[in-house]
C-alpha cells in the first residue's frame, strides 16, 4: 500500500479483507513518500501508486482523496492533508472551521481515486468513489482521522467520526473507490 498513514491502512485491510491480499504499508518496505505534483486525485494517485511499485517490485495500491468543500470553491480539495501547511488533522479542522465561520452553505464531498499498479506488466487500473455531505460547526465524535470529526453524515445523522467502521466503510468514498478496484483486480486476475 503506497500510504504510511495508519488510518488509511486500517481501512484498506478491512475492506481487502478476505482477498488472500497482505497488506504492507510501503514504510515497511523503506519506500519513501512520493511527491504529490498532480493537479488531481487521479494525477496523484497514479504518482503515488507507480513509486510504490518501482522502489518494490510489487503491485501497489495507492489512493489520493480530500474533502471539497461547496462554499470554499472545491477546497482544499487535493491539498486536505496539508491544508494548515502539514501540521496534521487537529490544524486541518482548525482552519476549516475558520474559513467557513458565518458560512451557512456547508455542503461537502469527500473524493476517492484509488489506483493498482502491477510492475509486471505496468497496467493500470483506478476507480473512484464520492462521499457527499456537510461541514459541521463544531467536532462530533472520536472514530476515523482527518476530517471525520467534521462531515456530517445526512443518512446516518451523525458525522464520520461517531460511525463504526464497518458503517464508514459501506458509505465512504474510499470504501466505493477500493471495492470499485478489487472487482478490476478480480476480472484481471480471474
Keep these: 500500500m503506497a500510504s504510511g498513514n495508519a488510518g488509511k491502512i486500517r481501512e484498506i485491510e478491512r475492506l481487502l479483507d478476505g482477498l488472500g491480499v497482505d497488506v504492507v504499508a510501503q514504510t515497511k518496505l523503506g519506500v519513501t513518500d512520493a511527491d504529490e505534483t498532480g493537479t488531481t486525485f487521479a494525477e496523484n494517485s497514479l504518482i ?34 496539508r491544508y494548515a501547511g502539514g501540521a496534521g488533522d487537529e ?38 468513489g464520492e462521499w457527499r455531505g456537510s461541514i459541521l460547526y463544531k467536532r462530533q465524535g472520536d472514530g476515523g482521522f482527518g476530517y471525520d470529526p467534521l462531515f456530517f453524515v445526512p443518512d446516518c445523522y451523525c458525522s464520520s467520526a461517531e460511525l463504526a467502521p464497518e458503517q464508514k466503510n459501506a458509505r465512504s468514498h474510499r470504501g466505493q473507490a477500493l471495492r470499485k478496484l478489487v472487482e478490476l483486480i478480480q476480472q484481471k486476475y480471474a
Aim: hydrophobic share 45%; charged share 20%; glycine share 8%.
Design 48 to 81: 503515488k501508486a507507480q513509486h510504490a511499485a518501482q522502489a518494490t517490485g510489487l503491485p501497489a495500491i495507492a489512493d489520493d482523496s480530500g474533502l471539497s468543500v461547496d462554499a470554499l470553491d472545491g477546497a482544499p480539495g487535493v491539498y486536505s492533508a
Design 91 to 128: 490544524a486541518n479542522n482548525d482552519k476549516l472551521l475558520d474559513a467557513l465561520e458565518g458560512v451557512r452553505n456547508r455542503g461537502a464531498a469527500f473524493h476517492c481515486v484509488a489506483t493498482f499498479v502491477d510492475p509486471a506488466d505496468n497496467e493500470v487500473l483506478a476507480a473512484a
